[in-house]
């Protein structure tokens, strides 16, 4: 088992940025693909960045690449989501999932830290 705690987030001005954490307990760390997701009011979850095991490969969605950055830091099981420019649209319920590298589905996740952006 896996726990995911998220902190960081909070209520933002637009242009402005923020830092999400996600820290990870339970059973090792390293070996999980880390992703982040948001779920607006009334929208589905959606993928908003993923970072393998290393650190060495990452995605994100093309509605946040080049203004979030993902990161982990493995000696301290926890991984980052780095959110620059932020929009209104922006705006979600962030939270982050784990799973192993052959697992088609994210099998862990935590319950989601708010992010609002305001005009």
């Given at each position: 088992q ?5 902190s960081?987030?909070?209520?933002v ?10 820290a990870a ?5 390293s070996?999980l693909?880390?992703g ?6 009334g929208?589905?979850?959606a ?5 393998n095991?290393s ?50 589905e ?12 305001s005009?």
């Amino acid at each position: 088992q896996v726990q995911l705690v998220e902190s960081g987030g909070g209520l933002v001005q637009i242009g402005g940025s923020l830092r999400l954490s996600c820290a990870a307990s339970g059973r090792t760390f390293s070996g999980l693909l880390i992703g982040w997701f948001r779920q607006a009011p009334g929208k589905e979850r959606a993928v908003v960045a993923r970072i393998n095991w290393s650190g060495g490969s990452t995605y994100y969605s093309d509605s946040v690449k080049g203004r979030f950055t993902i990161s982990r830091d493995n000696a301290k099981n926890t991984v980052y989501l780095q959110m620059n420019s932020l929009k209104t649209e922006d705006t979600a319920v962030y939270s982050c999932a784990a799973k192993e590298a052959w697992s088609a589905e994210f099998n862990y996740w935590g319950q989601g830290t708010q992010v609002t952006v305001s005009s």
